[in-house]
């Protein structure tokens, strides 16, 4: 399994990106898949969810509302649409993906088996 992140940059306050991240190696059909984040200085954190089968979703309470999380199935890619992006939000977004967990599961660093190399975001002030 490899995935690739791509589309972090630099953008000003209240502005928005789209992150992909394309998916290789097997068939995803019944796995998860998130993007995590982690800002200078910090611990990587979870952000956004998905299930790849049936689209199911789940958000950390810092970006719901301005993030959403969804993916195209026949190109092995999920997004991440972020808008009314904040300072805070600085960080290396990591995708990650594992075989199906507990929906209770799916906000834990340690449930993914495999990740991306990351893609920097940053967002001027």
């Known amino acids: 399994v490899q995935l690739q992140a791509f589309g972090g940059g630099l953008v000003q306050a209240g502005g928005s990106l789209r992150l992909s991240c394309v998916a290789s190696g097997r068939t995803f059909r019944d796995w998860d898949m998130a993007w995590f984040r982690q800002a200078p200085g910090k611990e990587r954190e979870f952000a956004a969810a998905?299930?790849?089968?049936?689209?199911?979703?789940v958000y950390a309470d810092s970006v719901k509302g301005r993030f959403t999380i969804s993916r195209d199935g026949p190109k092995n890619i999920i997004y991440l649409q972020m808008n009314s992006l904040k300072p805070d939000d600085t960080a290396v977004y990591y995708c990650a993906t594992t075989p199906r967990v507990a929906y209770s599961a799916l906000e834990a660093l340690s449930s993914y088996d495999y990740w991306g190399q990351g893609t920097l975001v940053t967002v001027s002030s």
């Open positions: 998905i299930r790849w089968s049936g689209g199911t979703t």
